[in-house]
């Protein structure tokens, strides 16, 4: 026999097991390292002295958002 509510129990799952499925998986949080993955971070004001990354987890010392990226500037 055909159990015709398993899409439904389907999606019911999925929804309760979705959300930390995927920040287990790293897809909804923030990345680790944008510079280990070959990209570039984007820095933001966090507090006035410490700059953190839009896309990671990075923190640095400094108001690196002030900085506009240049050409030729660490490597790219
Ligand atoms: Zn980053």
């Not at 129990?9 to 309760?16: A, F, M, V």
């Not at 390292?33 to 004001?45: F, I, K, L, P, V």
């Amino acid at each position: 026999m055909v159990i015709e509510s398993y899409p439904f129990r389907w999606r019911t799952r999925l929804r309760r097991h979705l959300p930390w499925f995927l920040i287990d998986l790293g897809l909804a949080d923030k990345g680790d390292d944008c510079e280990a993955h070959g990209g570039d971070h984007e820095w933001y004001n966090a507090d006035d002295v410490v700059s953190a990354c839009y896309h990671c987890k990075i923190e640095r010392l400094g108001q690196l958002w002030k900085r506009v990226p240049a050409a030729g500037d660490e490597g790219l």
